[in-house]
């Protein structure tokens, strides 16, 4: 069955550093994954979607990589601030209609 | 404001008192989904909706059902809910053609079933 891996275990990190999530999946590659953030209480946002032809994707201080040979993505932070706290998930399509999330990183910028 | 609703927001209950979530959306998006959230578990798709009348399961749609009479809204149905129902819910949706797939996300049901 198709799986989306991400690090449970939270990631901090100092102010002004780059934070790294790793997202893995199983079986074939998607056409695409998607990679939303989440605050407690609220319901997930999008941020980024990077398809399969893609290698990168870039947005302000966010980026995603697509590695289908290693079948992961990973989403970085840059210059991370202490309002980047959140958790993040990563999501692929697992068919036309139906998506499988990962059960999300917790990320805690110090200040 | 381009949003998701959902009520209620709060609800607790008890063994097999049937109950229905609404979920209601103003950005005429075609696909919707439910979801609930449990520790551990991460997000799990229930049941989504590609279009008005068309439905399909998710992962985990044992003791649910959904309909689509109007794009605008997808409730939830618990016909007997169980308290392996207790979970927060999320209702989605996202304009399918389009590049983003982006999914819109209410803001949370919170269900708790005694």
């Known amino acids: 069955s198709q799986k989306i891996e991400q690090n449970s275990e939270a990631l901090n990190i100092q102010e002004g550093k780059t934070a790294t999530l790793t997202c893995n999946y199983t079986?074939?590659?998607?056409?695409?994954l998607q990679w939303y953030r989440q605050d407690p209480g609220r319901g997930p946002v999008f941020l980024l979607l990077?398809?399969?032809?893609?290698k990168e994707k870039r947005k302000e201080r966010l980026k995603v990589t697509f590695d289908t040979t290693l079948k992961q993505s990973l989403f970085h932070i840059t210059a991370s601030q202490p309002a980047d706290s959140a958790t993040y998930l990563c999501?692929?399509?697992?068919?036309?209609?139906?998506?499988?999330f990962g059960t999300g990183t917790r990320l805690k910028v110090l200040a | 404001e381009a949003q998701v609703t959902q009520n209620p927001r709060y609800l607790i209950t008890v063994t097999g008192k049937k109950l229905t979530v609404t979920c209601s959306q103003n950005?005429?998006?075609?696909?919707m989904s439910w979801y609930r959230q449990d520790p551990g578990l991460g997000l799990r798709q229930i049941y989504y909706?590609?279009?008005?009348?068309?439905?399909d399961k998710g992962d985990v749609p044992e003791g649910y059902k959904v309909s689509r009479k109007e794009k605008r809204n997808f409730p939830l149905i618990l016909e007997s809910p169980s308290p392996n129902q207790t979970s927060l819910y999320f209702c989605?949706?996202?304009?399918?053609?389009?590049?983003?797939?982006?999914?819109?996300f209410g803001p949370g049901t919170r269900l708790t079933v005694t």
């Open positions: 989605a949706s996202s304009l399918e053609k389009g590049s983003s797939y982006e999914q819109y």
């Open positions: 079986n074939y590659s998607p056409a695409y």
């Open positions: 990077i398809r399969e032809n893609e």
């Open positions: 999501a692929r399509a697992a068919g036309t209609y139906k998506y499988i």
């Open positions: 950005m005429n998006h075609e696909y």
């Open positions: 909706s590609m279009n008005v009348e068309v439905t």
